[in-house]
């Protein structure tokens, strides 16, 4: 007994001793400060809720499209559907949601749907625009949000993939024991999120064409991560990953009657981290709503099937 007993302490001493090692190393890495290191290709526009980084292309006098990466994106990882949408005449204009990217993350760390959601209509409000918002994967669950909470400030609106958990609500559960210290949480996003050598294989998690995990969209969606402190921040957003948010009107069936505005849906057809059926809920929830499955693609059309997914979401707009 005393030797299982000095093994477990012994394993406990080691897993704490790797997990300093690895918050030691993202403090190492993250060294960069925003405003000097923030894009040339971009700019920063001032909210009511912070200054938010953003890149645009296409004619100024076409349709805006806006458009919401998901979770541990920025705004480049849209750089070929921006292209896109801009030769076919659009205003494409994606930003970085906050702690992601270099938009200027919450002295509070208050990353809940309902406050990403507020980001986001504000960031419309300081453009002065009536978009289509475009939102993938996590950042539909605000994209979603914030269309139900001011469905007059956009034109329509694409769910890409939408990680939103309809109905999750009501079996919402409390963030796990060994995540709640926030020391633990850091050194759990140091050894998996911020570190560079688990990304590509944790992107790859979600693609059904391995192969999309190149490695010049691996080098761009590491550039923000040397921001000084951005495990920290992290770590304050990943409960909002976790934990289902209890009082969303987003992940509640009964919302969704109350939209009127055009919508789309787009979906990889082997979608394993949303499934499919989950685009065809929205679509049976959504009146009028169109719904377009993508066969061979994944959980991350965009990079997965560009030329695809690229007709699809014009297709889509052109219906609006």
Do not use: C
Not at 3 to 12: A, K, Y
Not at 184 to 203: D, G, H, M, W, Y
Not at 251 to 268: F, K
Not at 301 to 307: D, K, M, N, S, T
């Amino acid at each position: 007994m005393r030797r299982v007993i000095r093994f477990l302490v012994w394993l406990i001493v080691l897993l704490v001793i790797v997990a300093a090692g690895f918050r030691a190393a993202a403090m190492w890495r993250e060294v960069e400060t925003r405003d000097i290191h923030m894009p040339d290709e971009g700019y920063a526009v001032q909210t009511t809720l912070g200054e938010v980084y953003v890149e645009e292309t296409g004619p100024r006098d076409g349709t805006p499209v806006l458009l919401v990466h998901g979770s541990v994106g920025w705004s480049r990882f849209w750089f070929e559907t921006s292209d896109a949408l801009a030769n076919a005449g659009y205003r494409a204009i994606a930003f970085d949601l906050s702690p992601m990217g270099y938009s200027e993350r919450d002295p509070k760390g208050d990353y809940s749907r309902a406050t990403q959601a507020a980001r986001i209509n504000a960031l419309v409000d300081a453009l002065r625009i009536k978009p289509v918002l475009v939102a993938h994967s996590f950042g539909a669950g605000p994209g979603t949000e914030a269309v139900m909470l001011a469905q007059d400030k956009f034109a329509g609106y694409i769910i890409v993939d939408g990680a939103i958990g309809v109905g999750s609500h009501e079996d919402a559960k409390s963030l796990p024991i060994p995540l709640r210290p926030t020391l633990l949480r850091e050194a759990a996003v140091a050894a998996t999120i911020t570190n560079p050598f688990l990304l590509k294989p944790l992107v790859q998690m979600f693609l059904h064409r391995k192969e999309a995990a190149t490695e010049e969209y691996m080098a761009l969606l590491k550039r923000p991560f040397a921001l000084d402190g951005t495990t920290e921040e992290l770590a304050a957003w990943l409960p909002t990953l976790l934990v289902p948010p209890k009082n969303a009107l987003s992940t509640r069936p009964e919302s969704y009657a109350n939209l009127t505005l055009p919508v789309g849906i787009i979906w990889g057809a082997e979608d394993t981290a949303t499934l499919p059926d989950q685009g065809r809920e929205l679509n049976a929830l959504i009146e009028g709503s169109t719904l377009t499955i993508l066969p061979g693609l994944g959980h991350i059309p965009q990079i997965e099937g560009p030329a695809a997914f690229q007709k699809a979401l014009i297709e889509t707009l052109g219906q609006f």
